[in-house]
């Protein structure tokens, strides 16, 4: 059973910066993708970013638009969400998620939140104008 940790979350005034971590537990083998989600209230749980921790390539929704960088660490089994220009819509509360089921290349199927067995408990991000 892998175990998700997310923190780094916390409150930051739009264009501020935000590290999310999100650390693993030590049964990671069979894991291919970690992905961050996203929930605001009211709304549906959206795809953020994933990663394909072998191959090590990333995909990120378009409304990332260049501000949010996603990268693993092997060594401490742990992923980062790096947002940078933070914006009021960015709000919500951010998941950590993996999936040891087939990996693919369209966003639409990698972002599926069902795609990934294994979540974290959430960290809150809050960006105020």
């Known amino acids: 059973q892998v175990q998700l940790v997310e923190s780094g979350g916390g409150s930051v005034q739009a264009g501020g910066s935000l590290r999310l971590s999100c650390a693993a537990s030590d049964a990671t083998a069979s894991i291919n993708d970690m992905a961050w989600f996203r929930q605001a209230p009211g709304k549906e749980r959206e795809g953020v970013a994933i990663?394909?921790?072998?191959?090590?390539?990333?995909r990120y929704a378009e409304y990332v638009n260049g501000r949010f960088t996603m990268s693993h660490d092997n060594a401490k089994k742990t992923v980062y969400l790096q947002m940078n220009s933070l914006k009021p819509e960015d709000t919500g509360m951010y998941y950590c998620?993996?999936?040891?089921?087939?990996?693919?290349?369209?966003?639409?199927?990698?972002?599926?939140?069902?795609?990934?067995?294994?979540w974290g408990l959430g960290t809150q991000v809050t960006v105020s104008s």
């Open positions: 990663i394909n921790i072998r191959a090590n390539w990333t």
């Open positions: 998620a993996a999936s040891s089921r087939y990996s693919g290349s369209a966003w639409s199927f990698m972002a599926a939140p069902s795609r990934y067995q294994y």
